[in-house]
């Protein structure tokens, strides 16, 4: 698979002069990296939960289902945090609000580290949400700034392939913590985020909000970003305005729904494969493996980073920008996969570690879709509140999830429940996809 961009992307500078035309290709490329660096480094300060949970249990004698609560917690306030975040990336700049999300971050988690209780643990664990919320959205809005459309696909891609690095990062380092240093709970919410502080500076140094700051014509066309009888849309736009515009898009609103289901998926693997890799099924099976069945949970955040690319190379390449069509696809497959993963016995540990990438790569693969989505419908200048809307749904969907997987594992205790949810909500998340059709 080759990665090629159209010239239309480089908007009228390429028209005018080579030279500046290749200069601001090059700029383009800069903002993306710095913005997939610096969310590289956002979930470890989000996504190292799951590893926390058996000293969490261990040392305050709380149930799974009270745990679910507290990451429903953060899911909860990131998904109101992402529709006031998006908003305020469009008014005050993605560099800004996405550089103060990282350093707030860092904060909380260690504050979590500090926890003496269910109660605090929880307070504080929800706090971090919003500050993590500070991220996705405003980061969007910047890169839609320096993109056009017909290249959005494989750029949000490759945001999304940040993303899905990032989850093996947090997994990688918190396995680090609790299984090389063999340190208690406490330090996965100190360690790993370190990163999150230095990816959170380093965007501020590096990142321009848009081209016209560093001297250079906008890449957008404004008939082709939007619908043609859609009224242009004023740059001075007031945030009222815009969620007015936003939330009156029916297809978006669908897509926030589809995305709902798919994030209720994709967290239900995140926060509960590791409690399911770290319980003695898996420890017993470990014994007849060279692999330690704890990182047989790495599989799963290195197939979401590939299917993420991949699907929005899809998006753009096979299906011409309609992007409902990847995620229908992805989804259908996500459920199979899933199906698969629950029948696995524990026994056999590659065969689950392959589902297992399998499973993560159509999990997570359609997010880059969905992202791409946003001013695809909206247009540009709209990018970070309709990205901060559909996180909404999804960050809202995805805490309903996990209190009821926690209960479910508690009432049976069989981790591998989480399976069969997630399998019902990939089924869920491409029926309604497919009203899309955009």
């Known amino acids: 698979m080759s990665i090629t961009f159209s010239p239309s992307g480089v908007g009228s500078v390429g028209v005018q002069n080579p030279e500046l ?115 996705w959205a405003p980061g969007s809005r910047l890169l839609s700034n320096w993109w056009g459309r017909h290249e959005r696909g494989t750029v949000y891609g490759l945001y999304t392939f940040a993303a899905g690095l990032a989850s093996v990062l947090s997994f ?10 063999q340190l208690d709970w406490r330090w996965i919410f100190r360690i790993p985020v370190v990163l999150l502080l230095l990816g959170g500076i380093a965007f ?40 007015k515009a936003v939330l009156s898009n029916w297809r978006l609103l669908v897509a926030g729904v589809s995305i709902g289901f798919q994030n209720a998926a994709r967290y239900g693997l995140l ?16 014994t007849t493996s060279v692999i330690d069945p704890r990182w047989i949970s790495i599989a799963l955040p290195v197939g979401m980073a590939v299917g993420a690319f991949s699907n929005g190379w899809v998006s753009d390449k096979v299906f011409g920008s309609r992007r409902y069509l990847a995620i229908v696809l992805y989804m259908v497959l996500a459920a199979v996969t899933s199906l698969c993963m629950y029948a696995i016995p524990t026994s056999d540990v590659y065969l689950g570690m392959t589902v297992l990438f399998l499973c993560g790569f159509f999990t997570y693969g359609p997010q880059s879709s969905f992202w791409a989505l946003c001013p695809d419908l909206v247009g540009h200048k709209r990018a970070g509140t309709a990205t901060g809307v559909m996180n909404f749904f999804a960050y809202l969907f995805a805490g309903l999830g996990e209190p009821m997987i926690g209960h479910f594992m508690d009432k049976h ?26």
């Open 204 to 243: 501020y140094l590096i990142a321009r909000e848009k081209p016209e700051d560093m001297g250079f014509v906008s890449p957008h066309d404004e008939a082709d970003d939007v619908a043609a009888s859609e009224a242009a849309i004023d740059a001075n736009e007031g945030s009222l305005a815009r969620y």
């Open 21 to 135: 035309a290749t200069s601001f290709r090059r700029a383009q490329w800069r903002m993306l990296f710095a913005a997939m660096f610096c969310y590289l480094f956002f979930y470890t300060g989000r996504q190292t939960f799951g590893f926390a949970i058996p000293g969490i249990q261990a040392e305050f004698g709380v149930t799974k289902e009270a745990l679910g609560w507290a990451s429903a917690a953060l899911l909860w306030c990131y998904a109101v945090g992402q529709a006031i975040n998006g908003n305020l990336g469009d008014k005050f700049g993605g560099r800004r609000v996405m550089s103060a999300g990282a350093i707030l971050s860092f904060v909380m988690n260690w504050a979590t580290s500090l926890s003496t209780g269910i109660v605090s643990l929880t307070a504080f664990w929800g706090i971090n949400g919003y500050f993590q919320s500070m991220g």
């Open 271 to 286: 926060v509960w494969v590791p409690v399911h890799f770290l319980g003695s099924n898996w420890a017993k099976a470990g």
């Open 413 to 438: 205790n069989q981790t591998s429940l989480v399976f069969l949810v997630v399998a019902i909500c990939a089924t869920a998340s491409a029926v309604v996809a497919a009203f899309i059709r955009r």
């Open 172 to 181: 990688v380092t918190s396995l680090v913590v609790v299984g090389y240093f």
